[in-house]
């Protein structure tokens, strides 16, 4: 389970950074990948997003039971 866990965090933190990457230059991304951002509530929630994304980075390891110091201890 240890590895799926890590797989999944993973992909929730890069897909957070594309969706702050998405929020911050919106128009010219958007526009690249062949569409626009239709409203600035929109750039706000992927801002949000890709915040969140990078708060959990930051503080996954000491919150997470299983990567945590103490996650061989962890009963079933």
């Keep these: 389970m240890k ?3 890590t797989i999944s965090f993973i992909l929730l933190v890069i897909g957070g950074l594309n969706w702050l990457i998405f ?3 919106g128009t010219d991304v958007g526009t690249w990948l062949g569409g626009a951002m239709d409203s600035s509530i929109a750039q706000i929630i992927y801002v949000l997003v890709g915040l969140a994304a990078i708060y959990e980075v ?3 390891k000491k919150n997470c039971k299983m990567c945590g110091s103490g996650a ?3 009963s079933s």
Excluded: K
């Design 23 to 25: 929020g911050l230059w």
């Design 72 to 74: 061989n201890q962890i």
């Design 58 to 60: 930051l503080t996954h």
């Design 3 to 5: 590895g799926l866990h």
